[in-house]
Each structure stands twice: as structure tokens, then as C-alpha cells.
């Protein structure tokens, strides 16, 4: 941990000017993660305004727990972790969706991610219809390109059991999309 | 070649891309404008007080509440990472397991031989966590004391809060004693009652 963090945690009751480096530093951390996040969110959900919503909900999130979550070695996973249990919570992903059509109804059809061509929203549909875990898998280990240890990190579980996760989702990848895979070691 | 691959990793392209265009929403710049505004109003607040009253009564001016501490969760660091739940009239009407007890920095949970998880939520009177020896230990009024480790396997009797297909949460009165971390994984289970198989 550096020093920098280690004074941010043990100034956490009192609001200062000096609080300004750790909204920037927040800033920043949201900067970066904003499309990221839409972009795992949005594999996994299928629908722009949702991924959108759940991306915002998962770094406000961060937000409101700062002061804990910014001390982390690497908060992104912390990120990356809440976001996918949000993304493919069929509840949130319906109370959200929800929420997003009546917003976007009220200011008209001003979307902000664009749709994916044909091809590859087909992909994505292949994928959200896999297992919970082999999707999450499957997400994390293409649109991140996380390593083994990464997604393992994330999920909670070991690299051996990420490989099993996506050894069996690109199995059934196969047959949905009628394309070929030769395995690599 | 690898076709699966290639459409793969051509679709999360796209994704990245797509998701590239999404500009970060304005509701978070309001609330970080406020933060920036309560921050210089609070630094102006104190020259003020430092002009009038001089240095001593700025030592003794109250401090003002951050908008993190404002928000802050629930958790109580003496549970450690366990979810626990105010003491309730129990619904010991399923059952979770048998599953390995994986224990993280914060959240306790239950895997089973499918690689389904899940997060006990204990009640606050049956159950209490030593963060030296990380175990927690389950006392029911009914029965002897369980000890329960990292990779022990259980096997919890109470109700889901989800429906098991969707993880939708039943619409149920929870007092927290310390909630849930937003990142623990799995099926959140009103835990009742502790057995090993």
C-alpha cells in the first residue's frame, strides 16, 4: 500500500480541500473504467441501456466505498467482480432495464452505445445462453483478455477451474455457432 | 484456425468499441461537483472561523461528516468477512449443501461439488468469527458448537433469498448486522441451522 492511500484511509471522517486528490484520483479510476465496464457489462446483458446502467450503479458503487475499496492493490478487480454479478442477475438486469426504458423514453431515443452488427450480437447471445459461470468466464477472458489467474481472481476460484469453465463453454460455443475450435496447450 | 476464437475475440472487439462511445454519465460529475463544492465550501469555512476566532477555536470547531462516512455500509469489522443478519424467527425449510467452506478476505462462502456458491447470511446470535485463527463458530441452542475452517465441508439448512434460477432476490425483511460485501458470489442463504454430512 503506499503512503498516499494509507493517509487518504486514515483521513476518512473528515472532508478537507484536502480531500480533492482522492475525488481526482476517483476520477480517473472512473475515466478508465466507464467503457470498460460498459463493454463487459454489455456481453453479458445484450442491451446497450442496461450495460450502461449497470456500469454506472457498479462504479457508483466504488464510489460511495472509496475510502475502502482505493486502499485495494487492484480495485478494477473488486470492479470487474460486482459488475458481472450484476450483469447477469436476471433481476437487476430487469429492474435496471426498466429504469433504462423509462429514461430513455423521456429523452427520446438519444442511446449512447451503438448496436453490434448481426454477427457478432449473434456471439453474445451464444454466450449469455451458457452457464452463469462459463459466460462470466468466457467475458472476462475475451472482452478483458484476462489471463487465467485474472478471471480466477475475479470469480473466486482457481485458474484450473476458469480453464474447465471455458474448455466447456467454448464446447457448447461450437455447436450454437457451428464453427470450429482446436485446442491449444 | 480457430474459428471459435476468431468470432470471439471479433464480437469483444466490437463490444469494446461500442462501450468506447459511451461518454461517462453526468450524474456522477454532479455529485463529484459537489463533493468539490463542499470540500472548498468547508475550506472557506474554516479561513472564516481562523479570521473571527483565531486558531484555538478552529481546533475546537466540530468536523464535518464526508460524504464517504455519510454513505458508509453496515459492516461491523467484528464479524469479519461473514454476513450476519439480526436475530429472526427461523424458516429452516431447505437446505445448502454440502459445500467447502472458502473463506476470503470479505466474504464467507459455500461451494458445492457443480460449482454453484453459496453465502451463508448467519444470525448474529448463533455465530461469531475469530479473526486470528479465521474460523467461525456456529452455536445453535439446540446442538454443540460447530468449528467450522476454510475447506470444512457443511452442509446449512434454512431458506434461500433467491430463486435459485435467477438470483432473484425474495422480497423479504433482512436487518443486517453486517451486510453482504457487494462482491461476494452466489446464492444468499438465510442460514438456521449447521450440520456436517
Known amino acids: 500500500m503506499s503512503v498516499a492511500t494509507t493517509e487518504y484511509r486514515a483521513r476518512s471522517t473528515v472532508s478537507t480541500p484536502r480531500d480533492l486528490p482522492r475525488i481526482e484520483r476517483f476520477d480517473a479510476f472512473y475515466r478508465d473504467e466507464f467503457p470498460r465496464a460498459v463493454a463487459l457489462a454489455y456481453a453479458l446483458t445484450g442491451n446497450r441501456a442496461v450495460s450502461e446502467d449497470v456500469a454506472q450503479e457498479t462504479l457508483l458503487a466504488a464510489h460511495r466505498h472509496w475510502d475502502r475499496i482505493g486502499t485495494y492493490d487492484q480495485p478494477t478487480a473488486w470492479v470487474r467482480r460486482v459488475l458481472i454479478n450484476r450483469a447477469t442477475s436476471f433481476h437487476r438486469r430487469r429492474t435496471v432495464e426498466w429504469r433504462a426504458v423509462l429514461r430513455l423514453a423521456s429523452r427520446g431515443a438519444n442511446t449512447i452505445v451503438p448496436d453490434l452488427e448481426p454477427e457478432d450480437a449473434e456471439v453474445w447471445a451464444a454466450v449469455r445462453e451458457l452457464p452463469r459461470r462459463q459466460a462470466q468466464a468466457i467475458a472476462l477472458h475475451y472482452v478483458e483478455e484476462l489471463s487465467l489467474e485474472e478471471i480466477g481472481e475475479v470469480l473466486g476460484c482457481s485458474p484450473g477451474t476458469v480453464k474447465t469453465h471455458l474448455h466447456r463453454a467454448r464446447t457448447r460455443l461450437i455447436g450454437r455457432l457451428g464453427v470450429r475450435y482446436e485446442e491449444t496447450t | ?197
Open chain 2, 1 to 197: 484456425m480457430n474459428q471459435l476464437d476468431d468470432r470471439l475475440r471479433k464480437a469483444s472487439a466490437a463490444v469494446r468499441a461500442a462501450a468506447g462511445q459511451a461518454a461517462p454519465r453526468p450524474i456522477l460529475k454532479e455529485a463529484k461537483a459537489m463533493w468539490k463544492k463542499l470540500a472548498m465550501a468547508f475550506g472557506g469555512a474554516l479561513i472564516g472561523v481562523a479570521l473571527v476566532v483565531g486558531g484555538a477555536a478552529l481546533l475546537r470547531s466540530a468536523p464535518l461528516e464526508s460524504p464517504a462516512a455519510a454513505t458508509s455500509t453496515t459492516r461491523t469489522d467484528s464479524f469479519g468477512p461473514l454476513a450476519v443478519r439480526a436475530p429472526a424467527p427461523g424458516g429452516d425449510t431447505a437446505m445448502w449443501g454440502p459445500g467447502r467452506v472458502v473463506i476470503a478476505a470479505r466474504c464467507v462462502s459455500l461451494v458445492n461439488e457443480d460449482g454453484s456458491e453459496a453465502v451463508p447470511a448467519w444470525k448474529a446470535d448463533e455465530v461469531t468469527w475469530d479473526a486470528e485463527t479465521e474460523t467461525i463458530t456456529y452455536a445453535h441452542p439446540d446442538s454443540d458448537p460447530i468449528v467450522i475452517r476454510a475447506g470444512d465441508t457443511i452442509i446449512l439448512g434454512g431458506s434461500s433469498l433467491e430463486d435459485d434460477e435467477d438470483a432473484v432476490p425474495i422480497d423479504r425483511d433482512i436487518e443486517w448486522v453486517a451486510e453482504p460485501d457487494p462482491s461476494c458470489l452466489g446464492e444468499l442463504f438465510a442460514t438456521d441451522s449447521v450440520r456436517l454430512p
